[in-house]
Structure formats: C-alpha cells, structure tokens
C-alpha cells in the first residue's frame, strides 16, 4: 500500500522570503500522480501543483515549484516570494494512475508566514 | 471551471436526527465522487468512494449504516449521517472528478455539530 508522509508539522517563513515543505512516499507503482492542495482557515481544498510522475520536468505554477526527485521519492513544494496569504494547511497527496482515483493524504504542514 | 458546490455549510441538530449533506458538480460531469471527514488539525480520512448509479465503496472501519451515500446523478452525490450523535460532530468533504488524468476538486466543507 501507498503512504504519504509530511515530517514537517508547522514551518514559519518571514513575508517575501522562500520556503520548502517536504513530502516523501512509499510506492512500488512507476506511473502515477502527485499533488499539493492548500487548506486555508476558511478550510477549503485549494489545488496548489501537480505532478505526472512520468514528467521529468520539475512543475511550476507561479510563485509555486516542485522538486520532484522519482528515485527518492520525494516531491516538495517550493514557495518563492512568501505572501500572507500563503499561511494555511499544505497537504501532499498520492494517487494511483489507474483504479479508483483516490488519494492518500500526508498529514500536513502547517505554514506561518511571519509579517 | 470545474466548481463543486456542498451544501449546507453549517448544520447543527440535536442527537437522533438525520442529517443530509449534498455535492454537487457544477460545471461538469463527475463520473466519481468521494466524502471525507476532517478532525481538528488533522488531514482528510477518505470515507468512501461513489460512482454515479453503483454503490458506494466505503474504506475500512466507516459504518455503511450510519452514513449513507447515494450518487443518483453525475452531478449529485448525498452523503446522509443516520441518527446522528455527539460523536459523528466533524468536518464533511466531499470532491469530484471526471476522469483518471483530472485532479478531485472540493467542496467548501459542511461543520455538522451534534447536540
């Protein structure tokens, strides 16, 4: 089975700086999705980035990067220019390509962004 | 595009009630449609999984009794909490989406609150 994992329970970045949040995963499947979705206080499910594992190229929306590294397994989220209006819940999430389309959420980070 | 609107966002009822919360594809047809349940600064726990005209396919340990799913249509799936109590109070979340290369896309949320 897929498991997410997000070793960073909160992280603070002062406004117009750059932080990265972690995300690794466990999968013995080649192809498949990852993705980063924002909760802000208002709690709704905001879709950040996402990733086509069998995309080389790194994704990038914005002020919003990923560094995708397939062999490591890992996918974390660059955040360039840090707004107040980025703190919010980041959540990483798996899905399979094929199957029933549901994804395995990470735990998530908490991110503050420091005025 | 792809808009997914949750209705109520706010319920508060009093112990033994029913309590139907509904998700609706606005602009598009969802062929799959799925309810999480969200605790205070936890992540999202997958509840089940609906494709329109089939039954739902609930994840382990969530009591096919107590929450009922229907996907009648591709644009509406319920989700009915039955005699609702104290412990059932959380955060609803429903997503949908239309194919496998197409990322869920969420509902604001509906804050059930048992008396």
């Not at chain 1, 490591?72 to 980041?90: E, N, P, R, V």
Request: glycine share 4%; charged share 15%.
């Amino acid at each position: 089975a897929q498991t997410v994992t997000q070793s960073q329970p909160e992280m603070s970045v002062q406004e117009a700086e750059t932080v990265t949040l972690s995300c690794t995963y466990d999968t013995s499947e080649s192809d498949y999705y990852l993705f980063w979705y924002k909760q802000p206080p208002s709690r709704q499910m905001i879709l950040v980035i996402r990733q086509e594992a069998y995309k080389q190229q790194n994704a990038t929306e914005n002020r919003f990067s990923v560094n995708f590294q397939k062999a490591a397994k890992s996918f974390s989220l660059k955040i360039s220019d840090s707004q107040l209006g980025d703190a919010a819940m980041y959540f990483c999430a798996y899905r399979s390509l094929g199957g029933t389309y549901k994804y395995i959420f990470g735990t998530g980070t908490r991110l503050k962004v420091l005025a | 595009g792809a808009v997914v609107s949750q209705h109520p966002s706010w319920v508060i009822c009093k112990s033994g009630t029913s309590v139907k919360i509904e998700c609706r594809s606005l602009d598009f047809q969802a062929t799959t449609m799925f309810w999480y349940r969200q605790f205070p600064k936890q992540s999202l726990m997958l509840m089940a999984t609906s494709n329109e005209g089939s039954k739902a396919t609930y994840e382990q340990g969530v009591e096919k009794d107590k929450f009922l799913i229907n996907h009648a249509s591709l644009t509406l799936s319920t989700l009915t909490v039955t005699s609702a109590h104290p412990e059932d109070s959380s955060f609803y979340i429903c997503s949908a989406t239309l194919t496998a290369n197409q990322p869920q896309h969420f509902g604001d949320g509906t804050r059930l609150s048992i008396l």
